[in-house]
């Protein structure tokens, strides 16, 4: 009963690199949330979707960050053009329902960015 | 603006002692809360949830209680054992608006010295 996986575990990049983090949710979920959790800080919600659609991306910065969740393969978080401050832990969450059922979800164990 | 604050950033308990973190929130639309355990290098793992029309949830030594006046909720643990050192995060969500947003607190660290 595999949970929430997600690769790399750890990425380093060089600023003006692209960085592309994968996550393939718990069997039988169909809705994928990107959280994305700065040093010493909560974990900041970035974008819910659903298969082929972006459901809410109201916390993803406007600029450089892309979220995709195709119908077969991992749900797709990529950053073009890393600076410093993307350095982070990302995580990937899903749940089985969604919208207002989508309450319990399911944490991947992270991919951490550092940017040099 | 900060909807969902942990104002204690560690607390430390003896072992067998009740553990109690508490969480305070602004949005009085949010209408389920959930408290999260972190470990060092892994995800959050779920460990407790409460809807807005209850105000009290028990799971075994995991007790989670909701003051919707005071725009408050904790969570008790009793008793504690070493293995809960970890850090907790509350979270809350708001249903009506029909996407699976959680807002997270900045969490606490909770030591349990055996």
């Known amino acids: 009963n595999a949970g929430v996986m997600q690769n790399p575990r750890h990425l380093v990049r060089r600023r003006g690199q692209e960085a592309r983090l994968r996550c393939s949710p718990m069997k039988g979920h169909s809705h994928v949330y990107w959280y994305r959790q700065l040093p010493e800080e909560g974990l900041k919600f970035m974008v819910y979707l659903q298969k082929e659609n972006i459901i809410d991306e109201s916390g993803m910065p406007k600029e450089r960050f892309s979220a995709e969740f195709p119908k077969e393969g991992p749900s797709i978080l990529r950053i073009q053009q890393v600076v410093r401050g993307d350095s982070a832990a990302y995580f990937c969450?899903?749940?089985?329902?969604?919208?207002?059922?989508?309450?319990?979800?399911?944490f991947g164990p992270g991919t951490r960015l550092t940017v040099t | 603006d900060q909807q969902v604050k942990q104002n204690s950033p560690s607390l430390s308990v003896q072992e067998g002692r009740i553990s109690i973190l508490n969480c305070d929130y602004t949005?009085?639309?949010?209408?389920?809360f959930l408290w999260y355990k972190k470990y060092p290098a892994e995800g959050p793992t779920f460990l407790i949830s409460i809807s807005s029309i209850k105000d009290k949830n028990e799971d075994g030594r995991f007790t989670v209680f909701l003051n919707k006046s005071a725009k408050h909720l904790s969570l008790h643990i009793v008793p504690s054992q070493p293995g809960d050192s970890a850090v907790y995060f509350c979270a809350a969500s708001q249903g009506s608006s029909n996407t699976g947003k959680l807002i997270f607190g900045q969490g606490t660290t909770l030591q349990v010295k055996p």
């Open positions: 969450a899903s749940s089985e329902a969604g919208g207002s059922q989508s309450y319990e979800q399911y």
């Open positions: 949005n009085s639309m949010f209408d389920y």
